[in-house]
């Protein structure tokens, strides 16, 4: 899988998961879930049904102030995307269209819904560079 793709899979999965929290989320689990039946219609039902069960994790955690469950849940959806967008990467133009017109104007002010803190953690190895930021924009230019 190429880095495009996973870095859509990456955001799709931590959008869906923003949204789990707030009113926008029936709307981003009707555009997950309409990507799945055009790219895998037998699994479509299953993935509605975990939509629903994230929904329910991410809202008792938030209740909780468990940050860990939002981490898991993210990684979790990052993984079903890639998994997706590696078995059927045709979709990969219509989960981008979903997460620009749907799930990122949807998600609140800020782009996260969760309360709590948020870790970050990076390395590089040999002559690599991490870049990392919690809010806000970053941009690199190479003089």
């Known amino acids: 899988m190429d880095a495009e793709l996973m870095t859509l899979a990456s955001t799709a999965g931590t959008t869906l998961v923003g949204l789990l929290v707030t009113d926008a989320w029936e709307r981003a689990q009707e555009a997950v879930s309409a990507v799945w039946r055009r790219a895998r219609p037998e699994q479509a039902e ?27 849940l993210t990684a979790e959806w990052q993984l079903k995307f890639r998994r997706l967008l590696a078995s059927s990467p045709e979709v990969a133009d219509e989960l981008r269209r979903i997460l620009d017109e749907d799930m990122k104007p949807a998600l609140p002010q800020g782009g996260q819904a969760w309360s709590g803190s948020v870790s970050m953690t990076g390395s590089a190895t040999d002559n690599g560079k991490v870049f990392q930021i919690g809010q806000g924009n970053l941009t690199i230019k190479d003089s």
């Open 46 to 72: 299953a993935v509605e049904g975990e939509l629903v069960q994230a929904r329910d994790e991410a809202v008792a955690a938030q209740d909780a102030g468990d940050s860990s469950m939002r981490d898991a």
